[in-house]
């Protein structure tokens, strides 16, 4: 069984940075990516970026190419999200989340979430 608990949301004002941690517990070996997604209000999930434990090969949304970025650090089973410039229409709830195999570009990728954190980008 995995863990996963995202903290770092907060209220923020446009173009603003924050950054979201991911701290995950458990058997994570057997996950082989992670990644980020969200859902705003009345929407869909959507995939946000992702990146392999090993190696740290990375895919982004076009909509945050150039203002996030994911890294992770292996050591502590951590995942991290640096949000730049941040728009109103980022304002979501930012899961973090893990993929079992090399597909981890798409919601349905991911297999464990955890349970959220709010980011609201407002003026």
């Known amino acids: 069984q995995v863990q996963l608990v995202e903290s770092g949301g907060g209220l923020v004002q446009p173009g603003s940075s924050l950054t979201l941690s991911c701290a995950a517990s458990?058997?994570?070996?057997?996950?082989?990516?992670a990644g980020w997604l969200r859902q705003a209000p009345g929407k869909e999930s959507e995939f946000v970026c992702g990146?392999?434990?090993?190696?740290?090969?990375?895919y982004y949304a076009d909509f945050v190419k150039g203002r996030f970025t994911i890294s992770r650090v292996i050591h502590n089973n951590t995942v991290y999200l640096q949000m730049n410039n941040l728009k109103p229409e980022d304002t979501a709830v930012y899961y973090c989340?893990?993929?079992?195999?090399?597909?981890?570009?798409?919601?349905?990728?991911?297999?464990?979430w955890g349970q959220g954190t709010q980011v609201t980008v407002s003026s």
């Open positions: 989340a893990l993929s079992p195999s090399l597909r981890y570009g798409r919601v349905a990728d991911f297999s464990t």
């Open positions: 458990g058997r994570t070996n057997i996950y082989v990516a």
């Open positions: 990146i392999r434990w090993i190696g740290g090969d990375t």
